[in-house]
C-alpha cells in the first residue's frame, strides 16, 4: 500500500485507535478534543522535551529531538520525541548527519506520561516511528525504546515482525475509518473514566438509548 501526501494521517492517533477508534475518531474525524488532568500533564511533558534546537551529548551518542518523520506505506506523518544517534564503524543500517562526522545508527525513544499499559498502544506509536525512519533512509532499526516519566524508566522494546504487522494493520483500519468518515458505536470500557472526551463520547448514554437497552427495560418494567 502507498499513500499519497493528501492521505497522510497524524503518527500520534495509532495509539488512540488502538485502544478506542471511536475515541481516535472523535479527535480525527469530528475533530473534537477536550483537556483533563491526564492529558495537561502529558502536554507539559512533551513541552520539555519537544525541543528542536536542544542537542544532548552523552559520551559518544548525541541526542535530537523533535525530528520530523514520515511513511508512505502506512501512511502517517509525525514526530518522534527523540532519537539517539549511536556511533557506528560502518555506514550499515547508519545516517550520516551534517553537523556531526561518521557514522549514526538512530534509536528512536517515546516519552510517556504514566506507566506502561497493558496493551501494546505504546509500541505501536513507537513501532510506527521506527517504520518512518527506515523507509526515509533505507535501514533497519531492530529495538528501540519506551520512557515513562512516572516510574522515571526506559523500556527496550523490539520492532519484530509480529509487532509490524501488527502496526500496519492499525494504520490501515485507521484510513479505512477516515475514508468512510463513520465513527465508530460507543463500547464502555474500564478506561472510560479516564478519557478525556467522556462527556463528548458518552458511553454510559449510548448504551442506554440503544433499541436492546430499551426492549430490555420495557420489558423488566411490564413484568414488575
Not at 493528501?6 to 477508534?21: A, K, V, W
Not at 511533558?45 to 518523520?69: F, S
Not at 517515546?110 to 526515509?136: N, S, T
Request: net charge negative; proline share 4%.
Amino acid at each position: 500500500m502507498y499513500y499519497d501526501d493528501d492521505d497522510m494521517l497524524m503518527l500520534s492517533g495509532i495509539q488512540h485507535y488502538m485502544y478506542c477508534p471511536r475515541q481516535w475518531a472523535l479527535i480525527h474525524i469530528e475533530q473534537q478534543w477536550d483537556d483533563n488532568k491526564l492529558t495537561a500533564e502529558g502536554e507539559l511533558l512533551h513541552r520539555n522535551v519537544d525541543n528542536p534546537a536542544y542537542r544532548q551529548k552523552n559520551g559518544d551518542t548525541i541526542t535530537l529531538r523533535t525530528v520530523h518523520i514520515a511513511s508512505h506505506s502506512l501512511g502517517l506523518y509525525g514526530i518522534c520525541d527523540a532519537i539517539e544517534l549511536i556511533p557506528s564503524d560502518t555506514e550499515e543500517d547508519a545516517i550520516t548527519h551534517p553537523r556531526y562526522a561518521g557514522y549514526w545508527r538512530p534509536y528512536p525513544i517515546e516519552y510517556k506520561r504514566g506507566h506502561r499499559k497493558p496493551d501494546e498502544r505504546d509500541e505501536v506509536q513507537l513501532a510506527a516511528q521506527v517504520i518512518c525512519l527506515e523507509e526515509m533512509y533505507d535501514i533497519n532499526i531492530p529495538e528501540a525504546a519506551l520512557f515513562y516519566h512516572e516510574t522515571r524508566h526506559r523500556e527496550t522494546v523490539t520492532i519484530d515482525e509480529r509487532l509490524r504487522q501488527l502496526t500496519y494493520e492499525l494504520s490501515e483500519a485507521m484510513h479505512k475509518t477516515f475514508t468512510n468518515g463513520i465513527t465508530p458505536k460507543a463500547i464502555e470500557q474500564r478506561g472510560c473514566r479516564n478519557c478525556s472526551l467522556i462527556d463528548v463520547c458518552a458511553p454510559e448514554w449510548t448504551k442506554k438509548t440503544s433499541v436492546s437497552y430499551y426492549l430490555k427495560t420495557s420489558l423488566d418494567e411490564e413484568t414488575a
